[in-house]
Nanobody, 126 residues
Framework: VQLQASGGGLVQTGESLRLSCAAS????????MGWFRQAAGQGREFVAG???????EYADSVKGRFTISGDNAKNTLALQMNSLKPEDTAVYYC?????????????????????WGQGTQVTVSS
């Protein structure tokens, strides 16, 4: 599975961005998809994830501001980011898990994902 993330850019505090992730294979065949981010000098952190049954989970830092969604017909994953803050500045990665746990499972650890996109830069200015 190849993943291609896009939609990053430079915005001001309080503005919105929508990230997209295009998959080369059916997203409906994955066992969870997610978005991670990595700020300069820091590790990769979980942002949001969605299970095979569309159950979603979010990091506390983005809950209420970000929304993850999947479109199985188009094999895409999206992350709508509203009320952006400077601390949201990072490279954002989409990921997919190819191994079964259960259909409601949302992987939160980067090690649980098998496929990764190349990343898209999001910069929020204050």
């Amino acid at each position: 599975v190849q993943l291609q993330a896009s939609g990053g850019g430079l915005v001001q505090t309080g503005e919105s961005l929508r990230l997209s992730c295009a998959a080369s294979a059916r997203t409906s065949s994955s066992y969870g998809m997610g978005w991670f981010r990595q700020a300069a000098g820091q590790g990769r952190e979980f942002v949001a994830g969605i299970s095979r049954t569309s159950r979603t989970e979010y990091a506390d830092s983005v809950k209420g501001r970000f929304t993850i969604s999947g479109d199985n017909a188009k094999n895409t994953l999206a992350l709508q980011m509203n009320s952006l803050k400077p601390e949201d500045t990072a490279v954002y990665y989409c990921a997919a898990r190819g191994r079964y746990v259960n259909f409601n499972y949302v992987p939160r650890d980067a090690r649980e994902y098998d496929y990764w996109g190349q990343g898209t830069q999001v910069t929020v200015s204050s």
